[in-house]
């Protein structure tokens, strides 16, 4: 199946600080989501983006599907930031599956 | 808008006992639906996922399964709890357009004993 892989896998950062995250895939894919999942355990939508670059704010994301990698651009952080941030993807060859990455776990300390 | 739910949010059973957990969306109708389970501290593994009413498609095999009774209801079932099973069981749908976007309930936290 399609595998998926994500750097770093420990990030800590000052708050201001700006930081990208990278997300590989080992196939073709048409669906890209971004996730923030809280302290809480609940999966917030960052961005749906198979393909482009999106802008939300303080954050952005970047997919180039040809070479198969996104990345999320996180800018001037903040304590609320912190969380683990998973990309997931869906691809043509696997029907309505989803495959998570393992997750970069983000550490913003004021 | 859509809305997803989950209960119960917490659990504990003890080793050996039935399992039954319910996630209802609202809002849309013939959604895609999802089971996924996180260990502590790991990513999610997709479990089940279902495109429509009685269409089970299984991703693991486990002493977990899965129903689709009605067009919004998903449902986790067990009949005898292991101590793996422990973890955080998330339920998620998409539309069944090609823009499949996916969106999570809050949750069920399972704990073993």
């Known amino acids: 199946g399609i595998q998926v892989e994500q750097s770093p896998p420990d990030l800590i950062l000052q708050e201001g600080a700006n930081s990208t995250l990278r997300c590989n895939f080992s196939d073709s894919v048409n669906n890209l989501q971004w996730f923030h999942q809280n302290p809480w355990g609940q999966l917030i939508n960052l961005f749906y983006i198979p393909s482009g670059t999106k802008q939300n704010g303080r954050l952005s994301a970047t997919t180039v599907a040809t070479e198969r990698y996104s990345l999320l651009y996180i800018s001037s952080s903040q304590t609320t930031d912190s969380g683990v941030y998973f990309c997931?993807?869906?691809?043509?060859?696997?029907?309505?599956?989803?495959?998570f990455g393992p997750g970069t776990r983000l550490s913003v300390l004021p | 808008s859509q809305t997803i739910h989950q209960w119960p949010a917490t659990l504990v059973q003890p080793v050996g006992s039935p399992l039954s957990l319910e996630c209802t969306v609202e809002g849309t109708s013939n959604p895609n639906l999802y089971w996924y389970r996180q260990a502590a501290g790991r990513g999610l593994q997709l479990l089940f996922y279902?495109?429509?009413?009685?269409?089970i498609s299984s991703e693991v095999p486990q002493n977990l399964s899965a129903s689709r009774p009605q067009d919004r209801q998903f449902i986790l079932s067990s009949k005898k709890l292991l101590l793996s099973d422990s973890g955080f069981y998330l339920c998620a749908w998409t539309g069944t357009s090609s823009y499949n976007e996916q969106f999570f309930g809050p949750g069920t936290r399972l704990t073993v004993l």
């Open positions: 997931a993807v869906g691809g043509y060859n696997y029907g309505q599956n989803f495959v």
């Open positions: 279902s495109v429509g009413i009685g269409q």
